[in-house]
């Protein structure tokens, strides 16, 4: 399918007030959140690291998820922001399994749209896990992109352009509500101990304080 054609007007707004839920209510135990957006069109060429507007803008966007009580996939973080990539035969593999045990994909296409997130929106439709997309004003979409309504719930945030921390915010609370009122809930593979192998991260504060072991009394031995 050939042409771009830009997503028809959706009221994120409307969305918001229709789930009528404060962030997170309904999401007790913390969602799988992969947050994806391009990766390669985001590196400096001079040093081979994510320019640093776009690390504090994704950055921002995790931090909201991660405070409101959820665990994060980002490649960007897990691979120190371009400092160690993974190369192709671990990054992709790692990608879709981090997609497979999502809850939740909150995705940023880019501008121009990213090849690479359009292949995450496809894992993410075919596996029918619920998407939000941080749109750009003016942008156009594949017709790919913009009919994927048709397959699993998506959510459409147009931003104003300005990615300040008033805009992120509100672009994670609306989300974070929006998938409360479909009913999401952590799945199978919320487990913390997963984690480390599904590359997810969480505050430490919201991992599971280790078993306490109560020390074993030295055995007296009475002389005979």
């Known amino acids: 399918m050939s042409g771009t054609t830009p997503l028809p007007p959706t009221s994120a707004a409307a969305a918001h007030t229709a789930a009528g839920r404060r962030i997170g209510d309904g999401l007790t135990g913390g969602l799988r959140v992969f947050l994806a957006a391009p990766f390669v069109q985001f590196i400096d060429p001079a040093d081979g690291v994510v320019r640093p507007q ?25 691979e120190g922001w371009g ?13 879709f399994r ?9 995705a940023y ?8 997130v359009a292949l995450e929106l496809g894992w993410a439709s075919a596996l029918r896990k619920p998407v939000a ?25 147009p931003s104003d352009g300005s ?10 609370r609306t989300a974070l509500d929006w998938a409360a009122g479909l009913g999401v809930r952590p799945g ?3 487990a913390p101990e997963l984690d480390p192998a599904l590359a997810y991260h969480r505050h430490a504060t919201d991992r599971p ?13 009475v002389p005979a």
């Open 98 to 106: 981090a997609m497979q045990c999502a809850d939740l994909v909150l």
């Open 54 to 78: 776009w690390r504090q803008r994704l950055s921002a966007l995790r931090e909201a998820l991660l405070d409101a009580g959820h665990a994060v996939f980002n490649a960007h973080h897990n």
């Open 188 to 190: 199978p593979w919320s």
């Open 133 to 157: 997309l941080l749109l750009d004003p003016g942008t156009t979409y594949s017709p790919m992109i913009s009919a994927l309504g048709e397959i699993s719930p998506v959510l459409q945030l």
């Open 163 to 172: 990615w300040s921390a008033q805009c992120l915010d509100r672009a994670v």
């Open 209 to 221: 304080d280790p078993p306490v072991v109560e020390p074993v009394a030295a055995e007296t031995v």
């Open 83 to 95: 400092e160690w990539g993974l190369p192709p035969q671990e990054c992709v593999p790692s990608d």
């Open 109 to 116: 296409p880019g501008t121009p749209p990213s090849t690479g």
